[in-house]
């Protein structure tokens, strides 16, 4: 019987922010095994902003779109612009992207294989022993158990690892997710669609909690919906936007769906060595709905933790991880989670959010806060304005 593997690190989940994690270790001389179970494809409108691709090195050929604006549609179908004043907003393809993540973790030294997380069993000396399930190359289904001094949970919402070791996991509020990725059309074919513009739907009828997109991906196109509430049909929304939009005859190239997290959860290690990153942890920005760039800086974040950790057997070090994520975006999730709540409640409040996003201080911050993440306060006078003329709309002194 042959000796059981051991590693300094399993990193279950080879999404980006699994990846980046596993690519952080191992640049570091770690050990690490990276498990992706594969076969699927995360429903996302792939949208990352400038910082992503300078902080994570992404070369610009895995871009397949360059966003120049955005326009916000409300309720009763008004149009709202929001240009991007001399920058751009990336699109990947998570089909591409996330194995070129992957593919960087296996050139930077992780031991990257094709497997399911079954389970975790602690060991004597207090490491972790993992059980992962994989076909061979027959196709019959086997498992292996490794061990390993830390584990990362980056299996996404409803993360197995999590439901497993961390406390209040499996309560974790989700929205449902679902889109269609179709042909794009040609220019002038009969839609109103613009290869450089993202378009957002807020309608209740597309979704009654959430919003409704539309995001061009060179020869493709991501048209989705999301929506926490029970027994709506996102499937339905779909085909009615995508009727509304002129591309209910588009192919479709393929349909996902999947939960994402509506907030981080409060706890994101065990208290021993296991520590959760990306989605498992809840990083996905409310109102938005944008992961990309928070599950890669938050794998970078776990890294960092499980390394100090590693460093000094003290557990107290994977606690740094959710404390540095929240000190740097703890605030920015407050403020969407705000917004998300009050803004999205019903559709006369959509219509007055789509109003207020015609204002120039808004669509400033707005794109300053995403393409930078962080609040800006470089411009105090535009904070008031803005503040004063949320008030107008909140009580109804100017019309939508």
Request: some cysteine.
């Given at each position: 019987m042959s000796a059981i593997e051991r590693f300094d690190v399993v990193v279950v989940g080879g999404?980006?922010?699994?990846?980046?994690?596993?690519?952080?270790?191992?640049?570091?001389?770690?050990?690490?095994?990276?498990?992706?179970?594969?076969?699927?494809?995360?429903?996302?409108?792939?949208?990352?902003?400038?910082?992503?691709?300078?902080?994570?090195a992404i070369p610009h050929d895995l871009l397949v779109a360059r966003i120049r604006s955005a326009r916000?549609?409300?309720?009763?179908?008004?149009?709202?612009?929001?240009?991007?004043?001399?920058?751009?907003?990336?699109?990947?393809d998570r089909d591409v992207f996330d194995p070129w993540l992957r593919e960087r973790a296996r050139a930077s030294g992780a031991d990257v294989r094709l497997g399911t997380f079954e389970q975790l069993q602690r060991t004597g000396d207090g490491q972790v022993r993992v059980r992962y399930s994989f076909s061979d190359a027959q196709g019959r289904s086997s498992s292996r158990e490794v061990e390993a001094k830390a584990l990362i949970g980056a299996d996404g919402a409803r993360s197995p690892v999590a439901r497993q070791c961390i406390p209040g996991a499996d309560e974790m509020p989700c929205v449902a997710a679902y889109h269609e990725i179709v042909a794009s059309p040609d220019a002038g074919a009969g839609s109103d669609f613009h290869p450089q513009r993202c378009d957002v739907w807020y309608q209740g009828r597309l979704s009654p909690d959430f919003y409704a997109w539309v995001f061009p991906h060179g020869d493709k196109t991501s048209i989705g919906v999301g929506t926490a509430q029970r027994g709506f049909s996102l499937r339905g929304a779909v085909r009615a936007l995508r009727d509304d939009i002129g591309m209910g005859d588009a192919a479709t190239v393929?349909?996902?769906?999947?939960?994402?997290?509506?907030?981080?959860?409060?706890?994101?290690?065990?208290?021993?060595?296991?520590?959760?990153?990306?989605?498992a942890a809840g990083v996905v920005a409310p109102a938005s709905g944008e992961g990309i760039y928070y599950?890669?800086?938050?794998?970078?974040?776990?890294?960092?933790?499980?390394?100090?950790?590693?460093?000094t057997a003290d557990?107290?070090?994977?606690?740094?991880?959710?404390?540095?994520f929240m000190r740097s975006h703890g605030k920015v999730f407050w403020v969407l989670g705000i917004m998300q709540?009050?803004?999205?409640?019903?559709?006369?409040?959509?219509?007055?959010?789509?109003?207020?996003c015609r204002d120039p201080d808004v669509q400033y911050l707005t794109w300053e806060a995403y393409m930078h993440k962080r609040l800006v306060r470089a411009k105090p006078a535009a904070h008031m304005r803005i503040f004063f003329k949320d008030l107008a709309h909140l009580f109804g002194v100017v019309r939508p």
């Open positions: 999404g980006p922010a699994g990846a980046t994690a596993a690519t952080d270790l191992a640049r570091r001389g770690r050990a690490v095994l990276l498990l992706e179970r594969g076969g699927r494809i995360k429903p996302c409108g792939g949208a990352i902003p400038p910082r992503l691709i300078d902080e994570f916000m549609v409300s309720p009763q179908r008004r149009q709202v612009d929001m240009p991007i004043d001399g920058g751009f907003v990336g699109m990947v393929r349909c996902e769906g999947a939960p994402i997290p509506l907030r981080p959860l409060k706890r994101w290690d065990d208290g021993r060595n296991v520590l959760l990153a990306g989605d599950a890669m800086t938050g794998g970078r974040m776990a890294a960092d933790a499980v390394g100090q950790f590693l460093d557990p107290a070090a994977l606690k740094t991880a959710r404390r540095r709540r009050f803004w999205y409640a019903n559709d006369r409040r959509r219509e007055r959010f789509v109003s207020i």
